[in-house]
């Protein structure tokens, strides 16, 4: 069958597929350590759903306007301010289905066929297929664990060309959790600010998931020239644990903004109009429900993070923010003979019965992902069957 160009040209997340591997093995009854969810283990707070289910029954059940009704985009203006230092006006918010959405719309507003995507690697799976479906070029920058996974604003500077349209930051970042600093973010506004046609994509999704005292930096607020060059893209999905509500958002300048409406007005509309209502009120009222998040998977981080360091030939650096163990598995792959992280994820699944993500999906070959985004039985569990499957002859 004739199928367009543009979906040969990018392929399933692979996320998405790991997850459904491991989906499917425990639907067959096996006891699966799966450490592959992308999204909160903590159900969405009572009071969330509670507003949702009131929205209903006072029949907030009809289309809204396009970008969201006015008292989400409201909200989410005082959200920026409060939690970000943004000013943001609620004809500059486009509110959307969920993050993704959000990143859709704004690559798909400012990419045109050959223009560029700096994309610094190890980066979240959907970036580059993203940018192939806009007709644009992703161009990774490699980083290393040397850096912390971040860039050096050299490296940006040098790969920025008269083609270059957008460069992708994703602070703190899936998968590594790396969190970018303040010094780091001011040398790239800079750079970002000598060229004229470069936006920079912001991101921010993982904001509410930064450990040790560290501050998260949206570097839409450094300055009002760089806030102008700036698509803060957000989502209430992880801070809120509402993977499955979508609902994300994207703050811009306004010709952006409207460009975004623009596009989504001709595809989805509104995202579900009760969500907008419950929305409202998770950001207004937030509650403790972030920090406790917080605390918890802290504790957590440092369980996965230790655990993994004590299995031979795996090295696995803390991780900052978010809610991903980065570890390298290199050497391991090596003295066991795999020929890459693919293959040594398929022996955890088929041999330990541990779901994992290869780093390769990520632009990291030698790597794997694992959240720590659920139980500490499991963690445990898990790393105990990765070292018993890797070493079980030697301990
Ligand atoms: C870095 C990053 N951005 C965006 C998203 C998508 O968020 P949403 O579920 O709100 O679409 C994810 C989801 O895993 C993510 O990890």
């Known amino acids: 069958m004739k199928l367009a160009q543009r979906v040969q040209r990018i392929k399933p997340s692979p996320t998405i597929a790991a997850a459904a591997k491991a989906r499917a093995l425990k639907a067959q009854g096996v006891d699966i350590c799966d450490l ?138 899936n998968p590594t959790g790396a969190v970018w600093e303040r010094e780091l973010l001011e040398e790239i506004a800079e750079i970002v600010l000598k060229h004229e046609n470069l936006f920079v994509i912001s991101d921010e999704v993982y904001e509410c998931l930064v450990y040790d005292g560290r501050k998260h930096v949206s570097i839409a607020s450094l300055s009002e020239r760089i806030k102008e060059r700036t698509i803060v893209v957000n989502a209430l999905s992880k801070t809120f644990a509402m993977t499955g509500w979508r609902l994300g958002y994207a703050a811009a300048p306004k010709p952006i903004a409207d460009a975004m409406a623009k596009i989504q007005s001709q595809s989805t ?27 918890l998977y802290d504790f957590r981080r440092h369980m996965i993070v230790t655990a993994l360091n004590n299995i031979d030939g795996v090295r696995c650096r803390m991780p900052e923010g978010a809610f991903y163990a980065f570890a390298n598995f290199q050497e391991a792959i090596d003295l066991k003979g795999f020929k890459d992280d693919y293959e040594l994820c398929d022996f955890l699944l088929e041999k330990a019965h541990v779901a994992t993500v290869a780093g390769s999906a990520f632009g990291a070959p030698g790597y794997l992902r694992l959240s720590f985004a659920t139980s500490e039985d499991t963690l445990q569990e898990a790393a105990r069957r990765i070292k018993e499957a890797l070493w079980g002859d030697r301990h």
């Open 269 to 295: 509309t509104n995202p579900t109009t009760f969500v907008q209502v419950a929305a409202i009120k998770a950001l207004r009222e937030p509650g403790d429900f972030p920090q406790k998040m917080l605390e």
């Open 36 to 173: 592959t969810v992308g999204e909160p283990d903590l159900d969405t707070p009572d009071f969330i759903k509670e507003a949702a289910m009131q929205a209903l029954r006072e029949g907030y059940t009809k289309y809204t306007d396009a970008r969201g009704m006015e008292p989400l985009r409201k909200a989410i203006c005082e959200k920026l301010e409060r939690d970000n230092g943004l000013h943001y006006t609620p004809d500059q918010i486009v509110a959307s289905c969920g993050a993704k959405h959000a990143l859709f719309n704004a690559f798909q507003a400012l990419i045109d066929p050959g223009e560029q995507v700096l994309i610094p690697a190890p980066y979240w799976v959907s970036y580059p297929d993203m940018v192939l479906v806009c007709d644009g070029e992703p161009v990774i920058i490699p980083t290393t664990e040397e850096t912390g996974f971040k860039p050096t604003p050299k490296q940006i500077a040098d790969a920025i060309t008269d083609r270059t349209r957008v460069l992708l930051i994703n602070s703190p970042c």
